[in-house]
């Protein structure tokens, strides 16, 4: 005489638990992640040589910036809310150029960014071309220089801070 045994398996609650981790724990660790390693890079950039250009008193030549205003503009934006600034790196910085909204490209669905952005508007000028700086500390390539040397700091940040 043959037996048929029925199981009944009830997962309801690891899909659950699955959906949870899924929604709302790993985009919180990766935005974590994302923060971290975003503000590391900008900080790197501001105090790491080459250091971001700063134009320091006395500098005759565009006298009608403050110094520090590039220094002070950078930014970090996590999945486009603001997730710190460089603003206490400016010196005399007044912050006019400090952005205060996310004005990258849309970030698609399931999808997560930072954004490290200096907004001063002559910030790409000075990244690319002017070999010559009024803060010996300061060069062109401040910004790639440093994700070319530390890229693979800022990826463990992020895989740190999604670690379970």
């Keep these: 005489m043959s037996r048929n045994v029925v199981m009944v398996l009830d997962t309801r609650e690891v899909q659950r638990n699955l959906d949870r981790l899924d929604r709302k724990v790993m985009p919180a660790r990766i935005r974590k992640g994302l923060a971290a390693a975003g503000l590391k890079l900008m900080r790197d950039t501001v105090v790491g040589l080459p250091a971001t250009p700063i134009k320091r008193p006395g500098y005759s ?32 910085a007044t912050g006019k150029y400090q952005p205060q909204v996310y004005g990258g490209t849309p970030i698609p669905f399931n999808s997560h960014e930072a954004c490290v952005v200096f907004n001063a508007p002559y910030a790409a000028k000075q990244h690319e071309a002017f070999p010559t700086k009024t803060e010996p500390t300061a060069g062109m390539h401040y910004m790639s220089t440093k994700l070319y040397a530390n890229g693979v700091e800022y990826i463990a940040i992020i895989a740190e801070a999604l670690r379970l």
């Design 61 to 92: 030549v565009l006298s009608m910036r403050q110094a520090g205003e590039l220094r002070g503009s950078g930014a970090v934006f996590v999945d486009t809310v603001k997730a710190g600034s460089s603003t206490q790196y400016g010196e005399n």
